[in-house]
């Protein structure tokens, strides 16, 4: 992908920019930080708190770097929690982009981020005995619905302004179709427009405060009948 440059964010951690598109993958106030506050306290934490789950399915919709990725296998572990965890990605980067991401400077394992984006796509992988893995290349409208319900979806397309079709009813609509009673959804997004079409698709909807530099962020949780 010759239009994806790498950034050094406020946190120290690098994003990536897509200069055709002049939007970044992360915020420029820390990625790192960002992932952790949207995706892993937001959404994995928030639901392991509320449901001690021996294991949890997650869907992220736009693998991308791969940063949300790594941090929840670490959760993982930590956790001692089991994740199947399916990242899905239409744009996948090049091997001499991901290579360069810092990501590896606070892992034990150096290789655990390399990993990620070396194993092959549409298979199942168990990365660590918590931690099974696969990822899709893939657009999410294209994308086959699960026949097993997700618990969690880590929703990091880019932005509304940016890449409108990711936050249509429509395509909205499949991945809530996915999600389990009482399964969540995060997104850093925080456009009311968002928020509207996530009620009027059964979500009971949150604003929460933001990661450091942004206001606010979105989480939904789906309750109520399952519609599948």
Same mark, same amino acid.
């Not at 409108?164 to 009311?192: D, H, Q």
């Given at each position: 992908? $010759?239009?994806?440059?790498?950034?050094?964010t406020a946190d120290g951690s690098h994003s990536l920019i897509n200069t055709a598109l002049n939007e970044t993958y992360h915020s420029r106030h820390?990625?790192?930080?960002?992932?952790?506050?949207?995706?892993?306290?937001?959404?994995?934490?928030?639901?392991? +708190?509320?449901?001690?789950?021996?294991?949890?399915?997650?869907?992220?919709?736009?693998?991308? %770097?791969?940063?949300? #990725?790594?941090?929840?296998?670490?959760? %993982?572990?930590?956790?001692?929690?089991?994740?199947?965890?399916?990242?899905?990605?239409?744009? =996948?980067?090049?091997?001499?982009?991901?290579?360069?991401?810092?990501?590896? #400077?606070w892992q034990e394992n150096e290789d655990d981020f390399y990993r990620l984006h070396k194993l092959s796509?549409?298979?199942?992988? $168990?990365?660590?005995?918590?931690?099974?893995?696969?990822?899709?290349?893939? !657009?999410?409208?294209?994308?086959?619905?699960?026949?097993?319900?997700?618990?969690?979806?880590?929703?990091? #397309? *880019?932005?509304?302004?940016?890449? =409108?079709?990711?936050?249509? !009813?429509?395509?909205?609509?499949?991945?809530?179709?996915?999600? !389990?009673?009482?399964?969540? *959804?995060?997104?850093?997004?925080?456009?009311?427009?968002?928020?509207?079409?996530?009620?009027?698709?059964?979500?009971?909807?949150?604003?929460?405060?933001?990661?450091?530099?942004?206001?606010?962020?979105? +989480?939904?949780?789906?309750?109520?009948?399952? !519609?599948?």
């Open positions: 992908m $010759e239009n994806v440059q790498i950034i050094t820390g990625a790192r930080q960002e992932s952790l506050h949207v995706f892993i306290r937001s959404g994995l934490d928030h639901y392991q +708190r509320i449901h001690s789950p021996q294991e949890i399915r997650i869907l992220e919709v736009g693998f991308g %770097s791969g940063l949300n #990725a790594l941090l929840t296998m670490q959760w %993982s572990k930590l956790t001692s929690t089991r994740v199947y965890y399916t990242g899905i990605e239409a744009f =996948p980067l090049s091997e001499a982009i991901w290579r360069k991401l810092n990501y590896t #400077a796509w549409g298979v199942d992988h $168990e990365v660590e005995t918590t931690f099974i893995f696969r990822k899709e290349h893939s !657009a999410i409208q294209d994308h086959p619905k699960s026949k097993v319900p997700v618990n969690v979806v880590f929703y990091d #397309a *880019f932005a509304p302004d940016k890449q =409108p079709e990711m936050w249509t !009813a429509e395509t909205l609509s499949r991945v809530i179709e996915g999600l !389990a009673l009482n399964g969540v *959804f995060v997104t850093y997004c925080a456009k009311g427009q968002l928020r509207r079409t996530l009620k009027t698709l059964g979500m009971t909807v949150e604003s929460l405060p933001g990661a450091p530099g942004k206001k606010e962020m979105t +989480r939904g949780t789906k309750e109520g009948t399952l !519609a599948f």
